[in-house]
């Protein structure tokens, strides 16, 4: 449970399983990250199960599965982390209106294969691809790497934008495409904060 409670630090609020994945990760809008919840396997585990990518009793068969393989808990934890450095160059790029190198795109259509090489089609309303069979280690991070190319294959990558006041992207959903922060409680209130104290100084001042 203190695991679950770490990686809750870092709010859902990237509309994207793929960009709340980037999202474990903090620190300002510009420079290197200053905090990240991804501390090892179990916390992995902890995530995937926090936004939604692994239901309870998977995340328990994983976390007994890596107590009996520390080995391939720790190669799937350190592949997390190269593929959230991979997603991150790529949407960054696409936010910033930019192409991503062709090398990370390259690392991500093979991951994608990965992924779908261990997922089937199920139906639901419409068919869709699931990973219940997939027992895995590494099965955390494919649904991440398929909500990527989904979103790069298929969605407004207009609406891929950086918030104004940390290093969280998000999927801008509002109407007229206006949204500037990650959350208004929290950067966009940081913001109104700082404008007010600024405007008070300047009258003060004037």
Request: net charge positive; charged share 30%.
């Amino acid at each position: 449970m203190e695991t679950l409670a770490g990686v809750t630090r870092m709010r859902l609020v990237g509309g994207n399983l793929a960009l709340d994945f980037l999202n474990t990760r903090a620190g300002p809008p510009v420079g290197p990250p200053d905090d990240d919840v991804l501390t090892g396997y179990p916390e992995l585990v902890a995530w995937g199960m926090y936004a939604g990518a692994l239901s309870e009793p998977e995340a328990k068969a994983l976390r007994r599965r890596s107590r009996d393989d520390p080995g391939g808990a720790q190669a799937a934890f350190t592949r997390s982390l190269r593929i959230r450095d991979d997603l991150d160059e790529v949407f960054r790029a696409v936010a910033a209106d930019r192409s991503p190198s062709v090398s990370v795109l390259a690392r991500l259509r093979d991951d994608e294969a990965d992924a779908l090489g261990h997922a089937r089609l199920d139906r639901g309303r419409a068919f869709s691809w699931t990973w219940r069979d997939d027992k895995t280690l590494a099965r955390p991070l494919r649904p991440v790497v398929h909500a990527a190319v989904q979103l790069l294959t298929t969605g407004a990558l207009n609406r891929i934008k950086g918030c104004g006041g940390c290093r969280f992207l998000f999927l801008d959903e509002s109407k007229n495409r206006s949204r500037r922060w990650c959350s208004m409680d929290d950067c966009g209130t940081s913001e109104k904060i700082r404008r007010y104290v600024a405007a008070r100084r300047t009258r003060a001042s004037g």
